[in-house]
């Protein structure tokens, strides 16, 4: 196998550059890993590539790019709009293309910055090393409004590295708003997801606030804005502030993206509730089941996420004053909640979010639900039934157990 260097060597000898581009650079000057390292050609044909590498597997049928050594290798192209939609472009790639006109085609600067492998020159045309250092997501060349998906590339940009977004890249983000109806669902929940595992995905949903385009594909949490709640449980402001504390929250605590999801999507029902009886939000919860299915549905969010997120939204309410209950709705929640894709852990992790405003650790730990639920299961469980009542079946059975959980609820309430 051919290193790099090597690679690079042949490339020059038949008179092309070869350079590294795009987020490997990016990542280099960041010193964070780099995961992916793409690689373009100036001044070579895609024939000669071909000759020069015979091994090399061609992807694209729009503009030729080499799979080689598992790494992509891209000629050097230009691109014009034809059309409405994040695909519709016509390619030029041929040996008259320069680095700088590839770079130009690039969503922000900081992506637009390229490596020579053999001489270690950086070409830096539109000067993305300064914007990395002072922490700015700019547009590179007015080419940026020709793809509505950079609206959501530059929005997960901002939750991953925790980047501010420049005004003008704002406002050409906000002359794109039609054009992200044309966007799969697919790709709006592969930005979205990757968001949602960083540590700011907050950034993602206030930047998509900011260029006033928020309410395209999340509706729902664009709809948070303004609902004001009681001060005196939510003195951080409405319920899209709260929501954006509780989703970033939970990436303190968990690395699950569907337990994420459900932080951020516990509260949706608060999106609906009626204006007269605001700041209260009654029935927040019932109403906000069916909420999270349209939001799932429109950006392909996974089943078992939706699932997770119709419980959270559901019973975190409920889960949240677990010690004032009954023992019968106690066990009403242990028994639902245990048996969902959540879990009582999960839903934990949720409750602690959403009640949390300074020690987040603290709240997590003063939650005891979880453990109370599985105590209750592990010991009350269809053995203890059998050995007890052995010979009811059936739907007694099940009604049996219940008061048995209640009953072992009851004895440890009033202990």
């Known amino acids: 196998?051919?290193?790099?260097?090597?690679?690079?060597?042949k490339i020059k000898n038949e008179g092309g550059t070869l350079y590294l581009v795009g987020g490997a650079i990016r990542n280099k000057y960041l010193h964070l890993p780099i995961t992916d390292e793409d690689y373009c050609i100036t001044g070579l044909s895609k024939e000669k590539f071909k000759m020069l590498f015979p091994e090399a597997k061609l992807q694209g049928k729009d503009f030729p790019v080499f799979i080689l050594n598992n790494k992509e290798f891209a000629l050097a192209r230009k691109e014009r709009k034809s059309g409405v939609g994040h695909k519709a472009f016509q390619f030029f790639a041929d040996e008259s293309v320069t680095i700088e006109q590839d770079l130009a085609r690039r969503d922000v600067t900081i992506n637009s910055i390229a490596q020579n492998?053999?001489?270690?020159e950086i070409i830096d045309p539109f000067g993305g090393i300064e914007d990395i250092?002072?922490?700015?997501?700019?547009?590179?060349?007015?080419?940026?409004?020709?793809?509505p998906l950079r609206v959501y590339r530059v929005a997960r940009f901002s939750a991953v590295l925790g980047f501010k977004v420049e005004q003008n890249t704002l406002k050409e983000m906000k002359l794109l708003k039609d054009e992200l109806a044309t966007l799969s669902k697919e790709r709006v929940f592969v930005e979205f997801k990757k968001a949602l595992a960083s540590n700011n995905p907050s950034n993602f949903f206030n930047?998509?606030?900011?260029?006033?385009?928020?309410d395209v594909h999340f509706k729902e949490i664009a709809n948070l804005i303004g609902k004001v709640q009681p001060i005196k449980w939510h003195p951080e402001g409405d319920s899209y502030n709260h929501t954006?504390?509780?989703?970033?929250?939970?990436?303190k605590l968990t690395n699950n993206l569907s337990i994420r999801f459900s932080c951020l999507v516990h509260d949706l029902g608060k999106s609906e509730t009626p204006k007269e009886i605001l700041p209260h939000h009654y029935g927040h919860d019932e109403r906000g089941v069916k909420l999270v299915n349209t939001l799932a549905n429109r950006i392909a969010i996974p089943i078992s996420w939706a699932k997770c997120g119709?419980?959270?939204?559901?019973?975190?309410?409920?889960?949240?004053?677990?010690?004032e209950m009954s023992a019968?709705?106690?066990v009403e929640l242990i028994e639902h909640v245990a048996n969902s894709m959540l879990g009582l852990e999960g839903l934990k992790i949720v409750v602690a979010c959403d009640k949390s405003r300074s020690n987040l650790k603290s709240t997590l730990n003063s939650i005891t639900f979880d453990k109370i639920g599985k105590e209750c299961l592990s010991k009350i469980n269809g053995e203890f039934i059998k050995n007890k009542y052995p010979k009811i079946e059936g739907e007694q059975f099940g009604k049996k157990l219940h008061e048995e959980r209640v009953k072992w609820i009851k004895s440890i309430d009033n202990k």
């Open 244 to 251: 954006m504390i509780a989703v970033d929250n939970s990436t």
């Open 133 to 147: 250092k002072i922490g700015c997501l700019r547009k590179t060349t007015n080419a940026f409004k020709e793809d």
């Open 207 to 214: 930047v998509l606030k900011d260029a006033q385009v928020l």
């Open 328 to 330: 019968s709705k106690k």
């Open 310 to 323: 119709k419980i959270a939204a559901k019973w975190h309410m409920k889960a949240g004053i677990f010690e």
């Open 117 to 120: 492998v053999l001489t270690g």
């Open 1 to 9: 196998m051919l290193s790099i260097s090597e690679i690079a060597e």
